[in-house]
Every structure is written in structure tokens, then in C-alpha cells.
């Protein structure tokens, strides 16, 4: 396993990242994962001996079941919590209250003092913003997140899902006062889901932000087991119960063509070349995995293991049909004439 530094934080975190949407599976998230104690244990244990320190998980996975689960997993398992990078996420609704979903300080400090009791922390490594709340004023929620970090009760903090022109406005604004701002990035970024490259992971760079994307395999999509031939698993996926993150399946059936391709030639899954491209591309620190078994885990762990070729990222590249949107195109052209 390969470490990555985390922006300028001076963290060393592993190149894959563990994912724990699958833990739990109450309510809404059965169809991503039920998985029980007993699995997760298993889960953790394998992550862990393979080199994986880096664990995300966020208070609405299960609506809290996952925190509980991963929480109590650390201590059954007896994981050294100074080995270990720990992530969760404020801002969804955690209850039928008025004020019990936002980034309002109310409903953030509340958030996060349920998801240490849930974890059994006295504090997170990582506490990621999940998305933007238009209600509350973008100053307020960065002069709260600068408060828990003071407070201790978490190191750094994150963005995720945010427009990069949102992003850059916190960090502006926390700069200016001189406050403790994002230092990293969790954003939707595979082969089939290529929108982070125009803004989000350009402004990470710039910023020296780590950049973690989620879901690499775009919901399973680029598994291999969907092809044109076989549009569905007849409900063995989650890809058959939802269409989450979107994909445009067209050119998205090119890319698992290629994927496929290019797996026979090092022998090994579709998956895992799905993998070792985000894994690959510029500015991604650690990229998030999860599996609904241990063999998709073992998978997953063995992607670190694959090189891709730059015929061969270029060979992905070129099936996705790509195109650049408006304004890049136009600055691509204009950057031609002062090349030298």
C-alpha cells in the first residue's frame, strides 16, 4: 500500500481510502449494504492488515447505524486508534426536528457530538461539510468549523459536494480571518463521471487540497458486470436498484468495453482497472472503496497492484467521448498561442 500526503497537512493516509456506506443498511442504504458486526469486523480487520488507515464513514450512512458499527468493530478488533485516519460527514437530516438537518452551528455541534458517542471517539480526524446548506450564511459555517477545531474535537476539516466556486469563497473567507479552512476535498470523480476534472480537482491542486473522489466504479456501473448484453444483474447490485451517481450508459458500456480489454491483459477484473485509473489521475489522494463482500474487498485491495500504461489510460480516456465544456474549451484555445 502506497501513502499519500493529505494536501499540506504533513498526514500520511493510504492510497485507498475504506468506505463504510455498506455498514448498517437501515432504511434507504439496505440497497447499498446490511452488512452486521460480525461482517464489518471482518472488514476492518482485512483494511487494516492490508495497509488501509484512512476510514470514511458520515452520520446519515444508516442513519447512524454505520458510526455505531464501525466504532464498536475498532474496539472488538483491537485497531490502534493512533494508526488510524478517521473521517464522518455533518449536514443531512437526522431526525423529523425543524433544525435537525443543515449546517447551522445548532445542528452541526449536536450532529457531531452524536457521532462521537457513536464512535466511541473523543474526536474525528476528518469532519467533512456534506453538502452546501443555502439557509445558513457560508461565513457562519466556516467560523463553525474553525471553532471544532479548536475545540479538539476535530483535526481538520473537509468539503464535500459543493460547487468549486462555494469551496473557494470559504476558503477565502476563513482566510481572511484567519481561520482553520478545508484542507481537503470528497467529490463523485470515476471514468464514467468525469465533471471534477473542469473546476474541483484544479482548484484542489491549487489549493493544496487532498482529493478523495467517491464512488471510483460509479455505483458499480464500471464492475464488469454491466455490458450491453447484460444491461442488469437480475437485483444482485445496487446498480439494479438505483441509478446512483448517475451515468450516461451509452458511452459508459464504451468504457467497460475498454475496462474489460485492458483487465485480460494484466488478468485481472474490470474493477480493478476501474480503480487503478482514478488511482492514476492527477491530484486524487486517496480513493474511496467499499464492498458488500470480503471478495469484492480483496478485489478492490488488489487494484493497488495494477499499473496502468499511458496507452492504456489514454485507450479509457478516448471511449468516454468526452468533451470539453464551455469556458475550458475556449481557454484550451486560448492557451495555444502562448506555448513555446
Not at 32 to 50: C, H, M, R, T
Not at 71 to 92: H, P, Y
Not at 300 to 307: D, F, G, L, R
Request: charged content about 25%; proline content about 3%; overall charge negative.
Amino acid at each position: 500500500m502506497k501513502y499519500n500526503f493529505l494536501g499540506n497537512t504533513g498526514v500520511l493516509v493510504s492510497e485507498l481510502c475504506l468506505g463504510t456506506m455498506t455498514f448498517g443498511g437501515e432504511g434507504r442504504w439496505q440497497a447499498i449494504g446490511e452488512q452486521n458486526q460480525q461482517e464489518v469486523n471482518e472488514i476492518l480487520k482485512l483494511s487494516f492488515d492490508a495497509g488501509i488507515n484512512f476510514i470514511d464513514t458520515a452520520n446519515v450512512y444508516s442513519y447512524g447505524k454505520s458510526e455505531e458499527l464501525l466504532g464498536q468493530g475498532i474496539k472488538e478488533c483491537g485497531l490502534n486508534r493512533n494508526e488510524l485516519f478517521i473521517a464522518t460527514k455533518v449536514r443531512g437530516r437526522m431526525g423529523e426536528g425543524k433544525n435537525q438537518v443543515g449546517l447551522s452551528r445548532y445542528h452541526v455541534l449536536q450532529s457531531l457530538e452524536e457521532s462521537l458517542k457513536r464512535l466511541q471517539l473523543d474526536h474525528v480526524d476528518l469532519l467533512y461539510v456534506h453538502g452546501f446548506d443555502f439557509e445558513t450564511d457560508i461565513e457562519q459555517v466556516m467560523h463553525m468549523l474553525h471553532d471544532i477545531v479548536v475545540s479538539g474535537k476535530a483535526r481538520y476539516v473537509g468539503v464535500c459536494n459543493w460547487p468549486a466556486w462555494l469551496v473557494m469563497k470559504g476558503i477565502a473567507i476563513a482566510k481572511a480571518r484567519g481561520w482553520h479552512t478545508f484542507i481537503g476535498m470528497q467529490y463523485y470523480y470515476s471514468a464514467a463521471g468525469r465533471d471534477a476534472e473542469y473546476e474541483l480537482i484544479p482548484l484542489a491542486i491549487d489549493q493544496k487540497m487532498a482529493f478523495m473522489p467517491w464512488s471510483p466504479l460509479a455505483g458499480g456501473f464500471l464492475s464488469g458486470k454491466f455490458t450491453r448484453e447484460q444491461a442488469n444483474t437480475g437485483g444482485e447490485s445496487r446498480r439494479d436498484k438505483t441509478d446512483f451517481p448517475p451515468v450516461n450508459k451509452e458511452p459508459g458500456f464504451n468504457i467497460v468495453d475498454a475496462m474489460i480489454e485492458i483487465g485480460k491483459e494484466h488478468n485481472v477484473s474490470a474493477a480493478e482497472i476501474g480503480l487503478a485509473w482514478v488511482r492514476q489521475q492527477k491530484g486524487v489522494t486517496s480513493t474511496i472503496i467499499g464492498a458488500k463482500t470480503i471478495e469484492q474487498l480483496k478485489s478492490n485491495i488488489k487494484s493497488v497492484e495494477t499499473a496502468l500504461s499511458q496507452d492504456e489510460i489514454n485507450k479509457i480516456n478516448e471511449s468516454c467521448g468526452l468533451r470539453l465544456p464551455y469556458p475550458s474549451w475556449m481557454l484550451e484555445r486560448q492557451a495555444a498561442d502562448r506555448k513555446l
